[in-house]
């Protein structure tokens, strides 16, 4: 159940079962860019606390990891008390991104009707149809998103790669495998279509300088990081040709919650005159919720925002604190960003106008295959 997405020339998905059915083993997030570390979750409660503590972080991801948590859960307990209270347990770790919800949701219908012996292989079995659904919905929405990218490619003068900006963590990391706002670029990359990508670092937890920037290079795609704050410099320059990012919950008028900071680049997109594009599965979409301002808004610890970690140069990975130790702050996870600065959502089912209407036509059967999507850029 390998990926596409390397390390050291090695393929991973972020999250795999093992054969027993014993625990999954997932990417330890945190230790990245410079220690790259696997960890072995058991049981429900380790599942739960690698979500709150963002071992693994990212709403399709979440998603996964949390199906498995309920699998594993039922193991050791399988009664309805159990499920219950498991549900209820890992649906409290982050609150934002409606993956998790939406995973969860749909473990238990498949098991709550069967006898209780029945459950947990069931459990188990639904949490893989998960995890297998994000790499084939990735794998579509890449392509769809290829579409978009191709004819802004052709646009640009000869021999000049096409830049794209992105915010946060929305690749390979932020799913079980390929991403979402990367996946167009990893798609246009490996067909040789010549891409360049602006990383926002992300403050404050730096998801861009320390994630991003890591599974590009590990990927062989160019690419350079930047301060959160020269995103809009850059696209008056013009040295900004497309926006991609990601999303952790879309309302059902369009509106789009993503990592603090988001809203900004759209802004400054639409000043600029520059595409600015969400990437997202259809999971990702809130039927129940009217619109973004409905949407809970994270609030993280202000140790975010106040320290910093990294490696000194004994290559000691250390944590510094950045302001006057009495100093509060705030550490808001996420904004919305309105739908009207949207130019389109990139989703499993193609491109669609972020408008209620529009999102109301995404209850679809299975995916389409993408419209006149290339071979070869």
């Given at each position: 159940m390998l990926g596409p997405v390397n390390v050291?020339?090695?393929?991973?998905?972020?999250?795999?079962?093992?054969?027993?059915?014993?625990?999954?083993?997932?990417?330890?997030?945190?230790?990245?860019?410079?220690?790259?570390?696997?960890?072995?979750?058991?049981?429900?409660?380790?599942v739960a606390r690698a979500i709150r503590e963002m071992l693994v972080r990212g709403a399709p991801l979440i998603g996964a990891a949390a199906a498995y948590g309920l699998a594993l859960a039922l193991?050791?307990?399988?009664?309805?008390?159990?499920?219950?209270?498991?549900?209820?347990?890992?649906?409290?770790?982050?609150?934002?991104?409606?993956?998790?919800?939406?995973?969860?949701?749909?473990?238990?219908?498949?098991?709550?009707?069967?006898?209780?012996?029945?459950?947990?292989?069931?459990?188990?079995?639904?949490?893989?149809?998960?995890?297998?659904?994000?790499?084939?919905?990735?794998?579509m929405l890449g392509e769809h998103g290829l579409g978009v990218l191709l004819p802004l490619a052709q646009s640009r003068p000869a021999g000049r790669p096409l830049q794209i900006l992105t915010h946060c963590n929305a690749g390979w990391l932020a799913t079980v495998d390929l991403g979402t706002a990367l996946a167009p670029v990893y798609h246009a990359h490996d067909r040789g279509l010549p891409v360049h990508v602006w990383v926002d670092e992300t403050r404050p937890r730096n998801q861009g300088a320390a994630l991003t920037a890591w599974e590009l290079g590990q990927h062989g795609v160019p690419h350079t990081l930047i301060a959160d704050n020269a995103g809009g410099h850059l696209m008056q320059r013009g040295?900004?040709?497309?926006?991609?990012?990601?999303?952790?919950?879309?309302?059902?008028?369009?509106?789009?919650?993503?990592?603090?900071?988001?809203?900004?680049?759209?802004?400054?997109?639409?000043?600029?005159?520059?595409?600015?594009?969400?990437a997202a599965?259809?999971?990702?979409?809130?039927?129940?919720?009217?619109?973004?301002?409905?949407i809970t808004v994270e609030e993280r610890d202000a140790r975010e925002v106040t320290h910093i970690r990294g490696i000194d140069s004994s290559g000691q990975l250390v944590e510094v604190c950045l302001a006057p130790r009495a100093t509060a702050a705030a550490n808001p996870a996420f904004d919305i960003t309105p739908a009207r600065l949207v130019t389109a959502l990139i989703t499993e089912h193609g491109l669609f106008p972020a408008t209620t209407a529009a999102l109301r036509a995404l209850d679809l059967a299975p995916p389409p295959p993408p419209q006149n999507a290339p071979n070869t850029p």
């Amino acid at each position: 159940m390998l990926g596409p997405v390397n390390v050291a020339g090695i393929p991973y998905r972020t999250i795999w079962p093992e054969p027993d059915g014993t625990a999954v083993g997932v990417i330890d997030q945190t230790g990245l860019p410079h220690r790259f570390a696997t960890v072995r979750l058991a049981s429900s409660a380790e599942v739960a606390r690698a979500i709150r503590e963002m071992l693994v972080r990212g709403a399709p991801l979440i998603g996964a990891a949390a199906a498995y948590g309920l699998a594993l859960a039922l193991r050791s307990d399988c009664s309805d008390a159990s499920l219950a209270t498991a549900h209820a347990a890992l649906l409290a770790t982050r609150p934002t991104a409606v993956n998790l919800r939406w995973a969860l949701d749909r473990v238990r219908r498949t098991v709550a009707p069967l006898p209780p012996p029945a459950r947990a292989a069931a459990a188990w079995t639904e949490a893989g149809r998960i995890a297998d659904a994000d790499v084939a919905s990735n794998r579509m929405l890449g392509e769809h998103g290829l579409g978009v990218l191709l004819p802004l490619a052709q646009s640009r003068p000869a021999g000049r790669p096409l830049q794209i900006l992105t915010h946060c963590n929305a690749g390979w990391l932020a799913t079980v495998d390929l991403g979402t706002a990367l996946a167009p670029v990893y798609h246009a990359h490996d067909r040789g279509l010549p891409v360049h990508v602006w990383v926002d670092e992300t403050r404050p937890r730096n998801q861009g300088a320390a994630l991003t920037a890591w599974e590009l290079g590990q990927h062989g795609v160019p690419h350079t990081l930047i301060a959160d704050n020269a995103g809009g410099h850059l696209m008056q320059r013009g040295l900004v040709d497309v926006v991609i990012v990601g999303a952790d919950r879309i309302a059902a008028n369009g509106d789009v919650a993503n990592k603090i900071g988001t809203y900004l680049k759209a802004l400054a997109a639409r000043d600029c005159g520059v595409p600015f594009y969400v990437a997202a599965p259809t999971s990702t979409i809130d039927p129940t919720c009217v619109t973004g301002a409905a949407i809970t808004v994270e609030e993280r610890d202000a140790r975010e925002v106040t320290h910093i970690r990294g490696i000194d140069s004994s290559g000691q990975l250390v944590e510094v604190c950045l302001a006057p130790r009495a100093t509060a702050a705030a550490n808001p996870a996420f904004d919305i960003t309105p739908a009207r600065l949207v130019t389109a959502l990139i989703t499993e089912h193609g491109l669609f106008p972020a408008t209620t209407a529009a999102l109301r036509a995404l209850d679809l059967a299975p995916p389409p295959p993408p419209q006149n999507a290339p071979n070869t850029p």
